[in-house]
């Protein structure tokens, strides 16, 4: 009775994976562990506590104030990055931290300039960046220069 048990909870497991036209779920690929709206006071009384369930996590990382975005980094060790944020320059600009735990470290700076770009933070300095060659603007530009050129001309 047991085994039959387990069979059938083993395929209720596959097929909840699988989304209505039969493929998996591309769900939770990217992030494999998360925490959100966590105090800094318990990162500063629990840090042994904190270090035991992160582990050796890397990620995204967020840290608030309010309802406010202050600063947003990367780190390859959440355990040892977020408790220096109680020490250094943001140290009294935050009151509470979001992680991300992210699978394929290879990303994590892409996200990180995406993210800053997008929200701004204002403890970050630095702007985040793709590399050369990979912004559109100029090129975006240089193409309408040329079709307005091609009108003017052509008319």
């Not at 959440?78 to 979001?98: I, M």
């Amino acid at each position: 009775m047991k085994t039959d048990f387990k069979a059938r909870a083993r395929k209720a497991v596959r097929t909840r994976k699988r989304n209505r036209r039969g493929r998996r779920s591309g769900r939770g690929a990217l992030v494999k562990a998360y925490a959100q709206g966590i105090s800094s006071s318990v990162l500063a009384r629990f840090p042994k506590e904190f270090k035991r369930v992160v582990g050796k996590k890397s990620g995204i990382y967020i840290l608030t104030k309010g309802r406010k975005i202050y600063y947003e980094g990367i780190a390859s060790r959440f355990a040892s990055r977020l408790p220096w944020h109680l020490r250094d320059r943001h140290r009294r600009h935050w009151e509470a931290f979001s992680l991300c735990s992210i699978g394929r470290q290879k990303y994590l700076k892409d996200i990180e300039s995406i993210l800053i770009r997008v929200v701004r933070p204002k403890g970050n300095r630095v702007r985040g960046h793709f590399g050369r060659k990979k912004g559109l603007n100029q090129k975006l530009v240089r193409q309408i220069v040329k079709t307005a050129t091609e009108e003017v001309l052509g008319s």
